[in-house]
């Protein structure tokens, strides 16, 4: 095998893993607003920004635990 050859190998995994990780994130995003709208329909309940910052703060921290596995 030539260096092209590895180089070509090595980073297709990386592609494959980012694919698949961008499908399961918006399958599961679209999954977390659908049981969010129910939970929201069936109680009467509407979200303020303030809450959707919560949220997205929420969800960053949650990302940096993750990105922090292994260490």
């Known amino acids: 095998m030539t260096n092209d050859e ?3 190998i090595d980073t297709a995994w990386k592609t494959k893993l980012l694919a698949a990780g ?8 679209i999954g977390a607003a659908y049981l969010l709208i129910q939970r929201a329909d069936e109680e009467g309940i509407q979200f303020s920004s303030k809450e959707g910052v919560k949220l997205g703060m929420t969800l960053l ?3 940096r ?5 292994g260490d």
Request: charged letters at 0%; hydrophobic letters at 55%; a neutral charge.
């Open 65 to 69: 635990q993750i990105t922090q596995i």
């Open 61 to 63: 921290g949650f990302f």
């Open 22 to 29: 961008a499908l399961i994130g918006a399958l599961t995003g």
């Open 6 to 8: 590895l180089t070509t």
